[in-house]
């Protein structure tokens, strides 16, 4: 726990990168295991994570970042987007169970009623209100990213400043029913960095936990 508690308190929403640093293959490889076994509402991670790692990419994308961010995208080694499956359906469900089925080594049909519940959960529902509620779960996802890097000592910034219509078009994810919800960028905090002596400003505990 004591590693966990300090690597959060190492970390910072980094705001210039060292752009001659790239983070290794193998840690990137850890960092998208930890997206991948991130948590989710009834297992269903509604939402795919887009890797860019390519600098051509990374400049395009930065056509789509708001004031700094940029910069971000063009000077870190990755850029994570995560895009929920706008609009879920049955079929969603259908290959979740599809998956479950496979890797649990159950029949299709044993999953059936799960899978029936969550249809029914999912139709009651807005469109809009699906993408809320898949949007919620790929925010999981984003910190499980935040929160694993700096156990590597990698550095990582959370960004809602973009603009999705732009990130969507420059992906082409409006054709595969995607839709940019929060990025995160990974690499390695530059010196010149000043964001990285301010003091973390948190809630004192006797305001964040109402203990009864
Ligand atoms: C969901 C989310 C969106 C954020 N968007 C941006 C952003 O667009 N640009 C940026 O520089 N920082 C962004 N941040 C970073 C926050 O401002 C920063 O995490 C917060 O001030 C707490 O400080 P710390 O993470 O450095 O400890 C975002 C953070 C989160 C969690």
Redesign the pocket.
């Known amino acids: 726990m004591t590693n966990y508690i300090e690597s959060q308190k190492w ?3 980094v ?1 210039k990168y060292d752009a001659t640093k790239k983070v290794a293959a193998q840690d990137v490889a850890l960092l998208k295991e930890a997206v991948q076994l991130s948590t989710s509402s009834v297992g269903l991670q509604p939402y795919k994570v887009i890797i860019a790692e390519s600098q051509e990419i990374k400049e395009q994308l930065a056509a789509g970042a ?1 004031g ?2 940029a910069n ?1 995208f063009r000077d870190a080694s990755h850029i994570f987007i995560f895009a929920i499956e706008v609009n879920l359906s049955a079929e969603n469900v259908e290959r979740y169970l599809l998956n479950i089925s496979g890797q649990r080594g159950v029949p299709v049909e044993a999953v059936a009623g799960f899978g029936d519940y969550i249809k029914g959960f999912l139709a009651k529902l807005t469109e809009e209100e699906k993408n809320t509620w898949a949007a919620k779960q790929a ?1 999981i996802a984003l910190a499980s990213l935040i929160h694993a890097a700096p156990l590597l000592k990698v550095d990582a ?5 973009f603009n999705a219509e732009k990130i969507n078009e420059i992906l082409g994810l409006d054709e595969k029913g995607l839709s940019a919800v ?1 990025i995160a960028t990974i690499g390695y905090r530059h010196d010149e960095d000043a ?1 990285q002596h301010a003091k ?1 400003v948190r809630k004192p505990q006797d305001e964040l936990f109402i203990t009864l």
Do not use: D, F
């Not at 910034?157 to 400043?161: A, C, L, R, Y």
């Open positions: 970390r910072y929403a705001k708001s700094n961010n971000l925010y910034t959370p960004m809602e400043g929060v964001q973390k």
